[in-house]
């Protein structure tokens, strides 16, 4: 009986592993600033602004994909969002990377700052 519910925990701990990653987990990727090398600050800017913008609009995504992994776990069974293409963990990986190199192309060049974006909201 004990092993029963020992595999049962050990199984549920590997279905919600594979659930999709929290979008503030998600490690940013290489991405060159070679590309950057040309822009104005102002263009840099620019990018900065629409980067957070797509990041934001992606980390809601991954947030819901990871709800739902948790209640297909809990009811099926199955992360069934992850499965069905909702996780876009790499997507959020290369907006970081290339938030990461436009700053390094922004600092390189002595760019004004870009004020960060307010931190979203969460819904109850």
Avoid: F, H
């Avoid at 029963?4 to 549920?12: E, R």
């Avoid at 776990?73 to 909702?86: E, Q």
């Amino acid at each position: 009986m004990r092993y029963a519910a020992a595999a049962s925990a050990a199984g549920l701990l590997i279905c919600l592993a594979a659930c999709a990653q929290a979008p503030e987990q998600i490690e940013p990727s290489y991405v060159s600033s070679v590309p950057y090398e040309t822009w104005s600050c102002q263009q840099l800017g620019e990018e900065t602004v629409r980067l957070n913008q797509a990041l934001a609009t992606a980390s809601q995504t991954q947030d819901q994909t990871r709800s739902n992994d948790t209640a297909g776990v809990i009811l099926l069974g199955l992360p069934v969002a992850s499965m069905s293409g909702g996780n876009i963990a790499p997507q959020i990986a290369s907006l970081k990377g290339q938030q990461d190199a436009v700053r390094q192309m922004m600092i390189s060049k002595n760019c004004p700052a870009v004020p960060p974006p307010p931190a979203p909201t969460k819904k109850t």
